[in-house]
């Protein structure tokens, strides 16, 4: 398959996309937008990129005009080991055949992914389950502002669609959202400044583990950046949340919290938690979660729902029998390392970020803008060369990414920063 792809991509011709566009045009008619948020076409390069998927199988995409791509989107991250991976499917096609999964009341499956948590996650003695991330990350700062009795909330990264985070403020009154206030990733100065200032009123800082600001390169924290904020929700009575919903279960099974040693109070999982179904997961000190059992509500008729509950425990299981996150650690690492090379060498100013588990190549802004278009044309060559990665969100590396994969893919990095290079910059 591998070998197929190389021959009739090197080529480099514009991708067949007629039924996408077909599928795209009719959508407008249909969807506000035609396709949600993220996923519309100018979020890529549009005219080059596909807009519909058909199916897709371990790391590999097929596009409803046919079109296979080696993908490193991974759905936004919930495909930690690969699409249809058939054990984690098989666990819940089996739960719906067998058993059920949406009930009045609650299945056992609940007590044992706790259990399970508790046993991998530092923060974790206890844990309730939502939908989705932005579910978690509005029920840890409800959860925070309940227990500390105070409102102010400084955030860090982007936490999800809801009133008091989401970045777009129409339809939002302003006073769901003027006691939260912004700080950059890797800044422990700014932070500082914002709790002298606000510290008595701050019910929870909020802070990704990891730097990922969507077309900023990712960053790891600095010596003292996470152990920073932590002393600082210390000093001033908070509580300290960390947002794993990109970092959980990637980064290690038990979140960038454990990978770096540094433990929250809160903190909240998604994404890779269930290899693509739909669950979140707030877990965090028994005296802070006991605020659901009275004082702060949470209930959603599909929360407690089992199917993904049941993909959650199949993912964990398959991932610790596989060694799964060494497994993507060591790929990603080889790969970083190539890709590091092959940016040297290619005498275009690119950079790499994410490490090992969120790999982006991105371009460094100049005074003439120049770099939007070395990055529209690497991508556009990218996506031709039908290696799937995002021009303004870091990829990830999941479990069914062969060698292969990964070695075809660095390949046709090098070729279209060469077929960049040819075109911009001689
Ligand atoms: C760090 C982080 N937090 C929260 C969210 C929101 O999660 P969801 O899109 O599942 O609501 C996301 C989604 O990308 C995220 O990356």
Not at 65 to 89: H, K, S, T, V
Not at 170 to 197: A, T, W
Not at 261 to 287: Q, R, Y
Not at 383 to 409: A, N, S, W
Request: some cysteine; overall charge neutral.
């Amino acid at each position: 398959m591998g070998n197929n792809i190389k021959k009739e991509l090197k080529m480099a011709e514009k991708l067949n996309l007629k039924k996408s566009e077909e599928l795209y045009n009719e959508a407008w008619n249909l969807v506000p937008g035609a396709v949600a948020g993220i996923r519309r076409p100018y979020n890529f390069v549009p005219g080059e990129y596909p807009i519909f998927f058909e199916d897709g199988k371990g790391g590999r995409v097929t596009d409803v005009d046919g079109n296979e791509y080696i993908d490193y989107l991974c759905a936004y991250g919930p495909i930690i080991i690969g699409y249809r991976e058939e054990e984690i499917d098989n666990a819940v096609i089996a739960q719906i055949r067998d058993k059920g999964f949406c009930f009045s009341l609650t299945q056992k499956y609940q007590n044992q992914l706790v259990k399970k948590l508790k046993t991998l996650i530092p923060s974790c003695e206890m844990a309730a389950f939502v939908k989705t991330g932005s579910d978690a990350t509005t029920t840890a700062i409800r959860i925070s502002r309940g227990y500390t009795g105070k409102t102010k909330v400084l955030r860090c990264g982007y936490h999800g669609w809801h009133d008091w985070c989401v970045e777009v403020k129409g339809g939002i009154p302003s006073k769901l959202y003027e006691d939260v206030y912004e700080f950059h990733y890797n800044d422990l100065q700014e932070v500082e400044d914002l709790m002298k200032e606000h510290g008595n009123d701050v019910a929870c800082i909020i802070v990704t583990p990891v730097g990922h600001p969507l077309a900023h390169e990712v960053e790891m924290p600095k010596p003292g950046f996470l152990e920073g904020v932590k002393a600082l929700t210390e000093k001033y009575n908070c509580v300290l949340i960390f947002d794993e919903i990109r970092s959980g279960f990637r980064v290690d099974m038990g979140g960038a919290q454990k990978y770096f040693g540094v433990t929250p109070d809160v903190s909240v999982f998604g994404k890779a938690l269930a290899n693509g179904w739909p669950i979140g997961a707030v877990v965090g000190k028994e005296k802070i979660m006991k605020m659901l059992e009275k004082e702060v509500f949470l209930s959603s008729t599909f929360f407690p729902n089992s199917d993904a509950q049941v993909a959650a425990l199949a993912t964990i299981d398959f991932m610790e029998r596989n060694n799964a996150l060494a497994v993507i650690k060591q790929k990603g690492e080889a790969f970083a390392k190539r890709v590091i090379e092959i940016i040297e060498k290619s005498g275009v100013p690119a950079n790499f970020s994410g490490g090992p588990w969120m790999p982006f190549i991105t371009f460094p802004a100049d005074e003439k803008k120049l770099y939007k278009e070395l990055r529209n044309e690497f991508y556009t060559q990218l996506i031709r060369k039908k290696v799937f990665l995002q021009p303004y969100h870091h990829g990830y590396i999941c479990y069914r990414h062969t060698d292969e994969d990964l070695i075809y893919t660095t390949d046709m990095i090098a070729d279209s920063l060469e077929d960049v290079r040819k075109k911009y910059l001689v």
